[in-house]
């Protein structure tokens, strides 16, 4: 009998750069965090995922993709849901230190499932 393997589907909001990184890497984990950058915030819903990259990503550099991806609840469970202003924006705040340990916590790929401003074809991921 196969196990089920309970996940949380997640989504990033991320710019052109950390997209390529991520391309980069085949999609099966994001880039280190930059050292102004202490925190890595997946967040809990696609529209605010769509709001941060079509908002505030196309403003900052022109363009900002969605990306979307399963995460182990059992990693998750360490941390708690943040709100980050309005109640409909819920996201986790991972420790960049903490970083590698989420992209092992991460089941399958990262998809790419929005794209907006410049450039903003959506990427074929590779199977």
């Known amino acids: 009998m196969d196990e089920q393997i309970d996940t949380v589907t997640l ?19 994001f880039p280190p965090r930059l050292p102004d950058q ?13 709001q941060i990259a079509r908002d505030w990503n196309v403003r900052a550099s022109g363009s900002g ?24 924006h819920l996201e986790y705040w991972i420790p960049a230190e903490d970083l590698p340990e989420f992209n092992s916590a991460i089941v399958g790929r990262i998809e790419v499932t929005a794209a907006f401003g410049k450039d903003a074809n959506l990427p074929v991921n590779a199977e």
Do not use: C, N, Q
């Not at 990033?12 to 990184?21: C, F, S, W």
């Not at 997946?42 to 529209?47: D, G, H, I």
């Open 38 to 50: 202490p925190i890595f915030y997946p967040v809990l819903s696609e529209a605010y995922a769509v």
């Open 65 to 88: 993709s969605v990306t979307r991806f399963d995460v182990l609840k059992s990693f998750l469970d360490r941390y708690r849901v943040e709100h980050a202003g309005s109640k409909a």
């Open 11 to 29: 989504w990033r909001p991320v710019g052109p750069e950390e997209l390529r990184l991520i391309e980069g890497s085949g999609m099966p984990a």
